[in-house]
């Protein structure tokens, strides 16, 4: 069975300093994979999504970049953080682009 | 970008009675239209879905209607009971899923 595995489950950074989450999905190939923000009142907001290894589609401009360096991982980063950074980040897979989106567990992030 | 819009915010309503969610989308390319329910704490999790060639689908107390002339889609859950209460969120996808803000129901005993 498929499973996809975020990390870490919460985050406390400052302001200014680098970021990566990283996330990664067993037990199929060459899924979508998707990074959304949930913020309050915000609902989920795609960031970034990937057919493929290399491939990136970004939807908002943003402080942050995701990459696929393997086939089953998907990272997202930023190179200096901002307040408004803070968020609950959940990564998600799927087999083809309009098929159901698995979810991770999420990492909550809080940039002080 | 696709854009979708979901009403209400928040939804309020009594044990058994019924809730309704409504959602509309942009894109006429857009031709996947599911339904995830997010309780406190938890990941989003698909409760149903519905495809473009379907106008309606049923599972049990949940159904989903969708009229792609109008561009709006709908959540129908019957006989609630307060484990339904949870954040709904509703999705349209042309590349990628795109989420509506979603709706916090709230079910009273």
């Known amino acids: 069975s498929q499973t996809i595995h975020q990390w870490p489950a919460t985050l406390v950074q400052p302001v200014g300093s680098p970021l990566s989450l990283e996330c990664t999905v067993e037990?199929?190939?060459?899924?979508?994979l998707y990074w959304y923000r949930q913020a309050a009142g915000r609902g989920l907001q795609l960031l970034f999504y990937s057919v493929g290894i290399g491939q990136i589609s970004s939807e908002v401009p943003q402080n942050l970049s995701a990459s696929r360096p393997q086939d089953r991982q998907f990272i997202l980063s930023s190179k200096k953080l901002l307040l408004s950074d803070s968020g609950f980040y959940l990564c998600?897979?799927?087999?083809?682009?309009?098929?159901?989106?698995?979810f991770g567990q999420g990492t909550r992030l809080t940039v002080v | 970008g696709e854009n979708v819009e979901q009403h209400p915010s928040t939804l309020s309503v009594q044990e058994g009675d019924s809730a309704v969610i409504k959602c509309t989308y942009s894109?006429?390319?857009?031709?996947?239209f599911p339904w995830y329910k997010q309780e406190l704490g938890k990941r989003p999790q698909l409760i149903i879905d519905i495809r473009s060639n379907v106008g309606e689908k049923k599972d049990q107390r949940i159904a989903v209607t969708l009229n792609k002339t109008a561009k709006h889609f709908s959540l129908h859950i019957t006989e609630t009971q307060p484990e339904d209460s949870a954040v709904y969120f509703c999705?349209?996808?042309?590349?990628?899923?795109?989420f509506g803000k979603g709706t916090s129901l709230l079910v009273t005993p």
């Open positions: 998600a897979w799927s087999v083809h682009r309009r098929t159901e989106a698995f």
């Open positions: 037990g199929t190939s060459n899924p979508n």
């Open positions: 999705a349209a996808s042309m590349d990628a899923l795109n």
């Open positions: 894109d006429s390319a857009s031709n996947y």
